[in-house]
């Protein structure tokens, strides 16, 4: 199944490194004032969806979905929503995170949606990529210059990071207290991070 590229209307600067990560055979959806990124982006919207209100609408010969502006779902919500109802369960959020710290956290709830929905996703921004990771182990290059780990809810423990300035070891990591915030990968080693039970928000943060 191709993956689902979701573009918002948060800023992004860095389009050179974001093209890198897209592929020939994306499926994208255009978020309203996401469309700002089109041209930039060198990307032919499969869908654009939105309500307008930020954002002019185009009148392309491309799918559109206008939404009402009183509405339950934001307009990249439902563009997420769209998407899993057309089968897909691969996703890269772009432009979605931004100064409105309400958009921002907004958006990254999504990632919490989508692991509910048993689907993958990812957000990169100009500064960073952000995942959901679940039971599971993940391994962190020093393409990364910080990265970090934070509950946003639940339980989570069983929590272990070997080869990086600060290891844990089957640690508990609660949402009332920053414990993995701001962690480094050691030299050209590259960090372990398992996490046995619960679920937790991993934020990378690139080298500059």
Known sequence: MKRCVIIGGAPINNYEYIKKNLRSDDFFIFCDSGLKHLEKLNVKPSVIVGDFDSFENPNMNVLTIT?????????????????????????????????????????????WYLEKEEATALIIDDYSEIE?????????????KYFSLLNLGGSVSQVSIENAKYDLNKAQITNYYP?????????DSIAKVEVFEGTLLLIKVFNE
């Open 67 to 111: 939404l009402p502006k009183e509405k339950d779902d934001t307009d990249t919500m439902y563009g997420v929503k769209y998407a899993l109802e057309k089968g897909f369960n691969d996703f890269l959020l772009l432009g979605v995170v931004g100064s409105r710290l309400d958009h921002t956290l907004g958006n990254i709830t999504i990632l």
């Open 179 to 187: 414990i993995g915030v701001s962690n480094e990968v050691i030299n």
């Open 132 to 144: 959901i990771i679940k039971n599971t182990t993940k391994y962190i290059t020093n393409e990364f």
